[in-house]
């Protein structure tokens, strides 16, 4: 599995699709990034369950929508 390509340290758990070409993020950037105000909502979970909307979405005062 690929590591975050802000941290370069963790394992990544979600790709960003928003961007070209997509990137990978940890769960701790990733929330930094919500937490910062641009909500990471078009992501694809590494693991295959997709589980990080709720994490994600704590942070944040924007509606995400997480599939």
Do not use: K
């Not at 599995?1 to 340290?9: E, I, P």
């Not at 078009?42 to 924007?62: K, V």
């Amino acid at each position: 599995m690929a590591n975050c390509a802000q941290c370069h340290t963790a394992e990544a758990a979600i790709e960003d699709l928003d961007v070209r070409p997509p990137t990978p993020w940890c769960l701790g950037c990733a929330t930094a990034l919500v937490r910062a105000g641009d909500p990471v909502v078009n992501y694809r979970a590494l693991d295959g369950q997709g589980e990080y909307g709720h994490i994600l979405a704590g942070g944040s005062t924007a509606v995400l929508p997480f599939r």
